[in-house]
């Protein structure tokens, strides 16, 4: 097979830091591909988040309109739903690396991607150096620059909407993630637990400004948006349980929400650029399932390239054109409906 030592990870961030960034949920099916890569690279995901035991809608004023239990997702215990906060799943990640060998470059924004004629990838980082390889996972997120390499440029577009986002050092009353919506605020949110006595907060508004980007808010600055937001949402008679997180906000973040429409190229022709993630298909946030369709990609994706370019494991890895266009081909033409 490949040796770790083949593989190189280029992420734009400096580092990763504890308590920054915001949180997720992690679900069955992207829980699952954690499993096939490594049981251990499972437990130390879950033992960094926190189980959910029920997923409940209500209103604004705290009165509930459904409540259902986690379990009925899954009745494997290892594959049931947690939060975690982002920055725990990707010291969990990067730590599993690491130990596998493989290496992570930190401080590498890519700013060009070109196919050359001799098959291979050259990508250019935001810092002038340049690296060629093999093959490349476009990896890169919503503005993906491995994306051009496959389709040109495409941007996505700004749906009206923003969320504040933020963590609080509250337990939620009911353990669960649940759903408010209100009428006389009109707009929704989503609180869920990552930790004992933590939760995590998201609104979701419509906006008249494009929210350009992801952006952590100075801590004076995030704890008065948040007060403010919450002396409102109480004057239009939301429940406690939904405004004492707001008071004791920390890690506040703004995000506008985007989209895209679908396309049917994930790949360049002869496979050596791979869209992964919000690299191919940037999904709004409702149904949750943003992080776990990108881990679905990539267990998909690992099980087709052992399968075309391993002749299902039983060889070295042979990634020529005409193996990696199978595996890509095969790739798209499972995940992309």
């Known amino acids: 097979g490949v040796k770790a030592s083949d593989i190189e ?37 879950r033992a960094a988040g926190y189980d959910y035991i029920y997923r409940r809608w209500q209103r604004h004023d705290g009165s509930e309109v459904a409540c259902a239990r986690e379990a009925e997702l899954t009745s494997d215990p290892d594959l049931q739903s947690i939060g975690i906060r982002r920055w725990k799943l990707q010291k ?9 060998g493989i290496a992570i470059h930190f401080g590498k924004r890519m700013e060009k991607v070109e196919t050359r004629a001799d098959g291979r990838v050259t990508l250019t980082f935001l810092d002038g150096t340049s690296r060629t390889a093999k093959i490349l996972f476009g990896a890169d997120g919503q503005r993906s620059k ?6 040109g440029s495409l941007a996505a577009e700004f749906t009206g909407v923003t969320c504040l986002m933020g963590a609080a050092k509250v337990a939620r009353p009911i353990r669960g993630i649940c ?37 952590t808010l100075s801590p004076e600055e995030g704890r008065a948006r948040c007060v403010e937001l919450a002396d409102k ?33 994930w ?25 776990m369709m990108a881990m679905e990609d990539a267990g998909v994706l690992a099980r087709l390239l052992k399968q ?18 199978l595996a890509a081909n095969a790739y ?3 995940r992309i409906p």
């Open 179 to 215: 759903f408010p919506s209100s009428r006389t605020t009109k707009n929704h949110g989503c609180f869920y637990p990552t930790g004992e006595g933590e939760q995590i907060f998201q609104l979701y508004f419509p906006a008249r400004t494009m929210e350009e980007a992801w952006g």
């Open 308 to 325: 075309y370019c391993c002749a299902g494991g039983t060889k070295a890895f042979d990634g020529s054109d005409a193996n990696l266009t």
């Open 332 to 334: 798209q033409k499972v």
């Open 9 to 45: 990870v280029y992420e734009q961030a400096p580092a990763f830091g504890d308590n920054v960034g915001g949180a997720m949920g992690l679900y069955a099916n992207g829980l699952r591909v954690l499993r096939d890569i490594s049981p251990e690279l499972l437990a130390a995901v």
């Open 92 to 100: 969990a990640l990067c730590d599993a690396s690491a130990a596998a």
């Open 146 to 151: 491995a994306r051009e390499a496959v389709v």
């Open 233 to 265: 949402l109480e004057t239009d008679g939301w429940a406690p349980i939904f405004l004492e997180p707001l008071r004791q906000a920390e890690n506040v973040i703004k995000v506008g929400i985007f989209s895209r429409e679908p396309f049917d190229k």
């Open 267 to 291: 790949a360049t022709d002869n496979g050596r650029v791979i869209l992964l993630g919000d690299a191919a298909h940037p999904p709004v946030p409702y149904i949750g399932q943003g992080a």
